[in-house]
């Protein structure tokens, strides 16, 4: 099984993730941030990534900390839980449609951290959530993950549903990307035998 427990503990923020890859989509999610907790949810739901993360933060000033710090401690638990990445299938990408909206998600477990990030929102907040906080999660998620990661809405007009296609294309996303194909199993997917650094 490949697992990965990591913990964060910062002045602004004190966080502790368990993960499994080869799980079936079991979560237990406490950031103190309901939408937060929603969209992880729906990131392990849809990945059939278990996940168990627990976080305090400096929630009395802002959700900004505590959202980004969940981001690097997801993503290091995927990139620590992949160990050496042989057999993953490396690239994937989803298209998830959510009524009026539809957004795509590549992928590239490359070990090169990269975001592109192309998503509009209309309203500066979902309920209590700063919507400019959904790219902090992805950028930190990319950086501490390794991954190149391009998020991209191509049409919607309901902030809710344009917030949650992002975390279900990534979930889709991870969960074909880290797969291992059995012909593959001994290999790292690069002509270099390894992975991160140069192309």
Not at 22 to 40: A, E, N, P, R
Not at 97 to 125: A, Q
Not at 138 to 149: E, K, N, R, V
Request: hydrophobic share 35%.
């Amino acid at each position: 099984m490949r697992t990965a427990a990591v913990s964060r503990e910062t002045k602004e923020t004190k966080i502790a993730a368990e993960l499994n890859l080869d799980g079936t989509g079991i979560y237990d999610v406490q950031t103190g941030i309901g939408f937060l907790d929603h969209m992880l949810e729906q990131l392990s739901k849809h990945s059939l990534i278990d996940l168990k993360l627990r976080a305090e933060g400096d929630l009395h000033i802002d959700y900004h900390h505590t959202t980004e710090d969940s981001g690097y401690v997801v993503g290091e638990a995927v990139a620590k839980a992949l160990g050496d990445m042989k057999g993953i299938e490396r690239y994937a990408h989803a298209y998830i449609p959510m009524d009026e909206t539809l957004t795509r998600v590549s992928i590239d477990l490359s070990g090169r951290p990269y975001l592109v990030w192309k998503v509009s929102f209309t309203k500066p907040k979902l309920g209590e959530f700063d919507t400019e906080l959904f790219k902090e999660w992805f950028q930190a998620f990319a950086q501490s993950a390794g991954a190149t990661l391009h998020v991209e809405n191509l049409y919607g007009e309901n902030n809710h549903h344009i917030a949650e296609s992002c975390y279900k294309g990534l979930a889709r996303a991870l969960k074909t990307a880290t797969a291992v194909d059995p012909r593959k199993a001994d290999q790292v997917p690069s002509t270099k035998g390894t992975l991160g650094g140069s192309l």
